[in-house]
């Protein structure tokens, strides 16, 4: 039921910035929890971020915290990730989720709606 339209991929260089952006449709999202997650080539989807909906409380991975912001904007439905001082190691597609649960999670199993994936590629 809940849909979600990510946009913004695409390729950069290193220190080079992108904004992501998931558009969730087919639910009032109030205490759920938006997930960014990413996935090279041959590795296992990792999470990066999530955010409460109602509360605005955010979570990193450490590999890309004071890099990466996650944020929203409730008129729109829509979940943003702000990656800045991008590095070759951040090349993935990266996924937006969202967690039916009220706790945050950081694992992929715990979430319950996923979008198509956008690839973001960061050159050296």
């Known amino acids: 039921q809940v849909q979600l339209v990510e946009s913004g991929g695409g390729s950069v260089q290193a220190g080079g910035s992108l904004r992501l952006s998931c558009a969730a449709s087919?639910?009032?999202?109030?205490?759920?929890?938006m997930g960014w997650f990413r996935q090279a080539p041959g590795k296992e989807r990792e999470f990066v971020a999530a955010l409460n909906w109602s509360g605005s409380s955010t979570y990193y991975a450490d590999s890309v915290k004071g890099r990466f912001t996650i944020s929203r904007a409730n008129a729109k439905n829509t979940v943003y990730l702000q990656m800045n001082s991008l590095k070759p190691e951040d090349t993935a597609v990266y996924y937006c989720?969202?967690?039916?649960?009220?706790?945050?999670?950081?694992?992929?199993?715990?979430?319950?709606?996923w979008g198509q994936g956008t690839q973001v590629t960061v050159s050296s």
């Open positions: 989720a969202v967690d039916l649960s009220r706790r945050p999670s950081v694992q992929r199993y715990d979430y319950d709606f």
């Open positions: 087919g639910r009032t999202f109030s205490g759920e929890h």
